[in-house]
């Protein structure tokens, strides 16, 4: 790997196949002893809308923490924008916009003030620019109209989009999102989301951490998956599930019949509910035959199908275990 130069030059500009985000081997044991990250090898490709799944512990925090270069590796190592982190952090993080553990804001100033307070701070901000720089970010996020309302009477949504809106005074190559709908109400999440898909349209990669299966379905291009501070998978979300069946579900007003045939039939985790029975496929035994077991056996059947395989589903056929959703 080459190293850093004495001076620090702007970040390597990326080709289309290169990794925005690339680590290799990174693992992370606190002082306690917790191993949170277990030999991560991480792959984000310039311009997609990579989520970055798990259940609540599996180490995403953690895993950004160190990309961003807020701690440092036990072992192993990771680059942003082609950079060495955490050394090169000086000259990669003005490129990356980060919406961390929520935004830090003052309530007693508008939005508009806040984000004219955060652009300040920064060094590099032409103060003679700065009020139409505000002024476009909040465009950006939708908050032009409640600029001047004092920020602690926006909605929870409202604070993440004001965050969002200090993550984008300049522009950059990636934004680094840590559960940015966590704690919203739905209409907040879809506006959050359809936020996110705008932003990438333009370009920029996202990275976004999430321990909602489907909203990583809804607004990713790119996933990997974590259980317990270990990769399980990750690739493009299309192809993370196609390895895995779908389930089989049969339409019928006679889902205790349905349900015993197809147990008889070799499919397994067979479950009704109402008129639906459901079930995993029986791995040697063609569909048809299936269809044609519960027809002879007098089973009104009214739908048969294969559903789509689901992100969950690809997750418990790689982990043997539920995703767990809480919190
Ligand atoms: N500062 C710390 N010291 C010791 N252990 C920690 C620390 N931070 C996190 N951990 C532990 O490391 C593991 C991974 O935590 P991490 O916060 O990275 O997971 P996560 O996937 O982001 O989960 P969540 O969505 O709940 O934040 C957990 O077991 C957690 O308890």
Do not use: W
Not at 54 to 61: A, L
Request: proline content about 6%; some cysteine.
């Amino acid at each position: 790997m080459s190293e850093t130069p004495a001076t620090e030059p702007e970040p390597e500009q990326q080709s289309a196949g290169d990794g925005v985000i690339v680590t290799r081997a990174l693992t992370k044991r606190y002082r306690g002893g917790q191993l949170a990250v277990d030999g991560l090898d991480l792959a984000v490709p310039a311009g997609s809308v990579f989520g970055f799944l798990g259940p609540n512990g599996s180490g995403k925090t953690t895993t950004i923490r160190m990309l961003m270069g807020l701690i440092e590796p036990t072992s192993g190592s990771a680059r942003v924008l082609g950079r060495p982190m955490p050394r090169s952090a000086r000259a990669v993080l003005p490129h990356v916009g980060a919406l961390i553990e929520g935004p830090a804001l003052y309530g007693f100033l508008s939005g508009r003030d806040n984000l004219l307070r955060y652009d300040a701070a920064d060094p590099t901000a032409d103060p003679r620019t700065r009020r139409t720089r505000v002024a476009a970010a909040l465009d950006r996020v939708g908050l032009a109209a409640a600029a001047g309302k004092k920020a602690k009477a926006y909605s929870l949504g409202m604070k993440q989009r004001l965050g969002l809106a200090a993550a984008l005074l300049q522009p950059r190559r990636l934004l680094v999102l840590d559960e940015p709908t966590n704690g919203l109400d739905p209409q907040g999440m879809r506006e959050i989301r359809s936020l996110i898909r705008e932003l990438a349209s333009d370009g920029t990669t996202v990275f976004l951490s999430s321990h909602l299966l489907d909203e990583i379905e809804q607004v990713c291009t790119h996933a990997a998956v974590m259980a317990q501070g270990r990769l399980i998978t990750q690739g493009p979300v299309a192809d993370l599930a196609a390895g895995t069946r779908g389930r089989l579900v049969v339409t019928t007003p006679d889902p205790a019949d349905t349900a015993r045939i197809l147990k008889e039939q070799g499919a397994a985790d067979v479950v009704i509910a109402e008129d639906r029975v459901s079930a995993e496929p029986p791995q040697d035994r063609d569909l048809a035959e299936v269809n044609a077991a519960l027809v002879t056996a007098g089973v009104r059947v009214r739908g048969f199908g294969v559903e789509r395989p689901s992100l969950e589903d690809a997750f418990v056929a790689l982990t043997g275990e539920g995703f767990d959703v809480a919190g």
